[in-house]
């Protein structure tokens, strides 16, 4: 975490800006030159050489391997610019506030060790000077801001920032959802809070996703930071060959046979012990040599069940279903009449206009079991619904499919409970304890899709990625989709008090849901009505 410096209060030395970067690293930083700096540390610093008042240069996109010095060049390049004075505001923006604190001291310590005092008012009191912020005498600042929380404002006094650098955004479990909520805060919120007079952009990563922010920028997925130059992504060994051999103790050896390390810093011994360390080959190949995660090692479910023939059913077309908020979904007929039908909910309690950070999305998913045993993926209405809106459209589907709605009681139970009764009242709702980890409940359910057991009616894309990236073992946000599609699997042996719900009428409350068929299908008989 932060650790607060008085920065130049233990030092009388005088800041004296260095005209080159050569000559600032080796006046200050000298251990930096231990090893020839490489094609990359060059270019990254002359393009600091070339910032100056009034010049927008095109948005630098810098994709380097984990360890060859990216946090550390940036952080000292933007040392160098603190004593130069030409840039008054600088802002760092990382996927999470914890770790643009984290970087914001190491730039604290830079700065002290140069010398430069933190601005003081007229009574000699600190001037925002704390873990989120840093303000020099010589009118220097940086501020530190984390896309998972709020971001309101980021202006300093009557400054806007001069220089924007993201670091570090991505992180190795994001889903799309989380993807495409980092990316509206980029486009809405930081993008626009730079000078209009002038601004420059530094993107630094190292690409480790294939959907991540990084990973769309680079391969023109991303439609802003038009402007943006892309060099080349850099690998910590070109032409990277290993064999791995396993030891008389039973453990797994690795040893790089061919290539070429694009540093002296990074070389062969170094990434050797990377795979054969506490990190492991897995990690180094993703985070070193951009073999982009896909999640299929750790993941429980596995791409070719996904993909055997007969498994997904969309060639028998039903309709098209209309939901709260205007959303339309295709709905196509199981093969066979379904014996039990059941919508499960992973509600969520957050309001995403209030909600701090990220809030997770609501998975809504229906299963129904046919006569011959299999299940079937009905509907996946999931997605980042606040409260008020995911019980109408939970409720219209249920209604749709004349089933009962399942949710589960650990979190917030007892409102998801009353929200839900308030708009489906001639619905059966149950609630299901989970005594057992997701992963211990999502096996069953995954096993049966191994065994052929289960069927997609439909194209279930956001699903089908989730299943094949979800890491059990990592500490990352909820997997709200398999959450529901888990919490359906388990109502189809529940036993409910009053049997299969008659629906007396469409439900449309807070929403408008209108089937635009000229007949009704009864997915319990498998016939039109």
């Not at 933007?78 to 004593?83: D, F, G, K, V």
Request: aromatic share 8%; charged share 25%; glycine share 10%.
């Amino acid at each position: 975490m932060f650790c607060k410096v008085n920065v130049g209060l233990s030092t009388a030395r005088q800041v004296v800006a260095a005209e080159t970067w050569e000559s600032f690293l080796a006046d200050n930083f000298p251990e930096r030159l231990k090893h020839p700096l490489s094609k990359r540390h060059i270019r990254l610093w002359e393009w600091f050489a070339r910032l100056s008042p009034g010049v927008d240069l095109p948005v630098r996109i810098e994709g380097w391997p984990r360890g060859g010095g990216k946090s550390t060049s940036v952080q000292d390049g933007i040392a160098w610019l603190a004593t130069k004075g030409q840039i008054k505001f600088v802002l760092y923006v990382c996927g999470t506030q914890a770790d643009a604190q984290m970087h914001l001291a190491s730039i604290a310590t830079r700065l002290e060790k140069l010398g430069l005092k933190k601005a003081e008012g007229m009574y000699g009191r600190s001037k925002g000077y704390n873990k989120s912020v840093i303000r020099c005498s010589n009118g220097f600042s940086i501020k530190a801001v984390g896309l998972d929380q709020a971001i309101r404002g980021v202006k300093l006094d009557d400054d806007r920032p001069q220089l924007i650098v993201f670091d570090d955004i991505d992180g190795l479990h994001d889903s799309e959802y989380i993807t495409r909520q980092k990316e509206d805060t980029i486009t809405k919120s930081i993008i626009p809070a730079a000078s209009s007079e002038w601004c420059n952009f530094i993107f630094a990563q190292n690409p480790m996703i294939p959907n991540g922010v990084f990973s769309r920028l680079v391969d023109g997925r991303a439609d802003y930071f038009g402007d943006r130059d892309i060099p080349t992504i850099e690998k910590a060994i070109q032409g990277l060959e290993y064999t791995s051999l396993r030891t008389p103790s039973g453990r797994v050896s690795h040893k790089i046979t061919k290539g070429i390390p694009t540093w002296e810093g990074q070389g062969i011994e170094t990434c050797e012990k990377k795979m054969n360390g506490r990190e492991g080959i897995q990690s180094f190949l993703t985070e070193s040599q951009h073999e982009i995660y896909d999640g299929s090692q750790f993941a429980l479910w596995k791409k070719a069940w996904l993909e055997y023939p007969g498994f997904r059913l969309d060639q028998a077309y039903f309709g098209v279903e209309t939901f709260a908020g205007g959303r339309k979904i295709p709905l196509f007929k199981p093969p066979e009449p379904m014996v039990k039908i059941v919508v499960g909910v992973d509600g969520n309690v957050a309001d995403r206009s209030t909600a701090t950070g990220i809030p997770d999305e609501c998975g809504i998913v229906a299963v129904g079991q046919g006569i011959s045993g299999k299940r079937y993926v009905l509907a996946d209405l999931s997605g980042p619904h606040d409260p008020t809106e995911w019980p109408v459209i939970a409720t219209n589907l249920a209604s749709v499919l004349h089933c009962p709605i399942v949710f589960e009681k650990n979190q917030g139970g007892k409102l998801n409970w009353m929200v839900l009764n308030a708009v489906a009242s001639n619905l059966e709702i149950e609630g299901t304890w989970a005594s057992e980890s997701k992963e211990a409940r999502a096996v069953p359910v995954a096993t049966l899709y191994s065994q052929g057991m289960y069927h997609h009616c439909g194209e279930f894309g956001q699903l089908e990625t989730e299943m094949l990236n979800w890491n059990p073992h990592a500490r990352e946000k909820s997997p709200n989709r398999i959450d529901a599609l888990v919490i359906a699997d388990s109502g189809l042996g529940m036993t409910f008090t009053s049997g299969p719900p008659r629906v007396k009428s469409q439900i449309t409350p807070r929403g408008q849901s209108t089937l635009d068929l000229p007949k009704k299908f009864n997915y319990r008989t498998g016939e039109d009505e």
